[in-house]
């Protein structure tokens, strides 16, 4: 049977040169939908009480005849329906690959990585959906199952590093208010490693607190599998889990495990949003490149941020750890790193910190030179400059146009000034933006705990009164250093952002 197709918006990836052949098809392939909004969501407004996920999927989440027309489109195609979430937007759905292409317009094909690193299932051009999903659909994300984004740490050389802290260390120096999150929950999304109890037990031990309760939960088929690879996504894994739980020891922490694919990353973020009871903070220190990801993978991880937000969320991300090329290959580009690009997340940067006794000597911009890593930032090339930043003086992107700029907010990043951690049992310094998310994820933690209320779009009270060239008083000022194409300066720049924690953080927040 024939399917009358229209193409899929903003579903265009490049073609490859080294595809080998075509799936199998009969192999199994999943893919998750993403549907539009029954209605758009309000414009934020701090004053307004949180949503519930109930209220979000009632008044913003999926419409019934949307959930039906897709149900009835995808069973007589021959495919499954795994999972269906009004709130989220999304239906999970499966089937051999030869119907999953068929029902999407697009070949299937298999890419051999290099150095034997296995074969990915890929697919190249637009997509397309039955005609009687024309607009119902807005993503369709997984049928290409190549790595989305890459951790943003990086494991110091012990010979170099200057200085290294504990996240209690860190707590003093940024002025945190005294609080440990009681009744708060954290959710951190991981793309990969996993975690070992004993692990947690001599790390935290070794801080004279107690281990936080910790939970994993695995999303689409994944699992928390620890690697036994401090260097891989173990030493991620851990880094989140110890800084946060450190900075906040009395809130519950959940890890979401996923597969490290457009898909998998926003079924975690979707999971972790509408996760019952709902997190105070989502700490995410995975990202790439603006330019490696499709249009319409950003629009929908964006909307999910946006979900979030309106539950009372903030969603903490790392800025990247590739300075302002984010780690171009085309040639003394300029990027920006997304997820930390979205004007729904606090866009986490990174200083090199030297402090003593609690009181800081020095911060800069952390900028360790070619190999040596230096904060993420810059001006994005897709998102416009939100409401919030409009008069924090950010400047034009080396396109010419003006953009949303990264990142928000910084902290201690640098690995030769890096965060003591414990990873597959041994004692190690790690630092990277990757270390930035679940701290301030344990701030935001605090906060609310001591104000009593969800900080949700940090930004919105961050920003408040900001003007171009001036500080805030919110924060503290990072001014000298240079994270490749952008230098800091008095106020917001593309380097730090508007600062890093101090005593003062907390009043922003009625704290």
Same mark, same amino acid.
């Given at each position: ?16 040169q ?38 979000l ?20 195609a021959?495919?499954?329906v ?20 068929r ?22 051009g637009?997509l ?13 994300l997984?049928?290409?199952d190549?790595?989305?984004a ?5 494991v110091a ?21 005294? +609080? #440990?999150?009681?009744?708060?929950? =954290? ?5 990969? *490693?996993?975690? !070992?109890? %004993? $692990?947690l @037990? /001599? ?43 450190a ?44 330019d ?6 950003r ?6 941020? +946006? #979900?979030?937000?309106?539950?009372? =969320?903030?969603v903490?991300?790392?800025? *990247?750890?590739? !300075?302002s %090329? $984010?780690? @171009? /290959? ?28 609690g009181t800081v ?5 952390w ?26 003086g ?38 990277g ?11 935001i ?41 952008y ?12 600062g ?12």
């Amino acid at each position: 049977m024939s399917i009358e197709l229209v193409e899929l918006p903003d579903s265009f990836r490049p073609a490859l040169q080294r595809t080998t052949g075509a799936v199998a098809p009969e192999a199994e392939v999943p893919a998750t939908l993403v549907l539009r909004r029954r209605a758009a969501l309000p414009a934020y407004d701090p004053t307004a009480a949180p949503l519930t996920s109930a209220e979000l999927a009632a008044g913003y989440g999926a419409d019934p005849a949307d959930l039906d027309a897709v149900r009835a489109a995808v069973t007589d195609a021959g495919l499954t329906v795994l999972e269906e979430h009004p709130a989220s937007r999304t239906v999970r759905v499966s089937g051999p690959a030869s119907d999953v292409a068929r029902f999407f317009g697009t070949d299937l094909r298999t890419l051999e990585e290099p150095g034997g690193g296995g074969s990915r299932r890929v697919r190249e051009g637009t997509l397309s959906v039955p005609s009687a999903l024309r607009g119902v659909v807005t993503a369709v994300l997984g049928l290409d199952d190549r790595p989305q984004a890459a951790t943003r740490h990086i494991v110091a050389n012990t010979s170099a590093v200057s200085s290294s802290y504990t996240p209690l260390d860190l707590a003093t120096v940024y002025g945190m208010p005294q +609080a #440990d999150g009681s009744g708060q929950t =954290i959710a951190i999304i991981e793309l990969g *490693g996993g975690f !070992g109890q %004993s $692990d947690l @037990d /001599t790390y935290f031990n070794g801080l004279g607190l107690a281990t936080p309760t910790v939970t994993a939960q695995g999303v689409d088929g994944a699992e928390n599998v620890p690697g036994q690879d401090p260097q891989g996504a173990d030493g991620e894994v851990l880094l989140d889990i110890e800084v946060a739980g450190a900075i906040a020891p009395k809130a519950s922490v959940v890890v979401y495990f996923a597969p490290n694919t457009d898909a998998g990353f926003l079924d975690a973020i979707t999971t972790a949003t509408h996760a019952s009871p709902t997190p105070v903070a989502i700490s995410i220190s995975w990202g790439q490149s603006e330019d490696q990801w499709t249009a319409q993978a950003r629009t929908s991880m964006d909307d999910a941020f +946006a #979900d979030a937000v309106a539950l009372g =969320i903030t969603v903490t991300v790392a800025a *990247g750890d590739h !300075g302002s %090329s $984010d780690n @171009d /290959t085309s040639g003394g580009g300029t990027h920006v790193d997304f997820p930390a690009s979205s004007p729904h997340a606090l866009g986490c940067g990174g200083t090199s910190l030297h402090a003593s006794g609690g009181t800081v000597q020095s911060e800069t911009v952390w900028n360790d030179g070619g190999s040596g890593g230096a904060t993420g930032g810059g001006v994005s090339d897709v998102f416009a400059v939100p409401s919030w930043q409009s008069t924090a003086g950010v400047p034009t992107a080396a396109s010419g146009k003006g953009g949303r700029g990264v990142p928000d907010v910084a902290a201690d990043a640098d690995p030769q000034t890096g965060y003591r951690v414990y990873v597959d049992g041994s004692a190690t310094v790690i630092g990277g933006t990757s270390a930035v998310a679940p701290l301030w994820a344990g701030l935001i933690a605090r906060i609310a705990q001591v104000t009593g209320k969800r900080p949700g779009l940090a930004q919105s009270a961050l920003y408040a009164g900001a003007t171009a060239g001036q500080p805030v008083a919110a924060l503290r000022d990072i001014t000298s250093g240079s994270n490749g194409r952008y230098s800091a300066a008095a106020g917001w720049d593309p380097c730090t952002g508007l600062g890093v924690p101090s005593s003062s953080t907390a009043a922003a927040f009625g704290g």
